[in-house]
């Protein structure tokens, strides 16, 4: 005969840094400051009711009104009552976290075991239909829980930057000769580069978007020879855009002054959001490099060409 131990220590123990880890995750996520206190004792309500389960007497605790109403309670030591829109966001975001959680734990679970251990798991009913009977173990939960929670965050953490970045990220058209070259572009507010003679903007964009344009023996060296050095090289040489080619002086970050080649283009149609903005008066410097890692977007759009004071001096298309 087989004798279950039941560690009521443990169980407790782990159900509060549990519920303590879903509770602060909640607050992040609403963006709720929560005291120690708060969290611990709402973590405490939680823990104390899963340590009923081994008491038959309180068996009818076990019932949806009961589990839903202490989640009500819990939340409520929490963070308070502000308001009832702030409760219910609350609510539905601690739910969505705990299911996130569970979802997760069975998940990795099922990933981790063997077709024979699944097998070993189903069992027949009465009715002649079969149900799937899931073992976790303790330590399982134990270590997958934080690596769930913390991915969770992170996926979030991520999407939300994401979202912001996408917020500040417009459509580039440029346009020289006919040619015409589209590509994403990030709004940088703190870009100032502009030419320091005519003082015009310089928008910087990936070089590899013009190659095609460009003479072939600057292809991968944009990055390895001064920008004074190749324009030095195609003196004398037959290049369609000589004439449009610009030296840009500029300091990079803990680096000397140097320079950067820029295409004087004859049209740049830049579309923010719901707005549209025309420009001529602007630089298309060249980066040799990639401006961003993801490719979200591959020019950096100077703050100056989406003035919408600047709108009325917009050059139409023809």
Known sequence: MNVLVVYIDLIFAANLLIDGMLLWLTGWLVKLRISWWRLSLSALVGALYVVMMFVPELSFLYTFLIKFGLSVIMLWIAFGYRSLQNYLRCLGTFYMINFAAAGGIVGVHYLLESSGEIWNGIMFTAAGGHAYRLKIGFWFVMIMIPLVLIGFKAVHTSRVKREQLESYIGEVTVRIEGITVSCPGLMDTGNRLSDPLTR?????????????????????????????????ETDGQSFAWQDRMRLVPYRGVNRGASFMLALKPDHVMIKLGEDIFHCQRVLIGLDGGTLSGDGAYKAIIHPDLVQKEGATEAAVLS
């Open 200 to 232: 015009i903007p310089v928008m910087v964009m990936e070089s590899a978007l013009w190659e095609e344009h460009l003479p072939a023996s600057w292809k991968g060296r944009l990055t390895q020879m001064s920008a004074d050095r190749l324009l030095l």
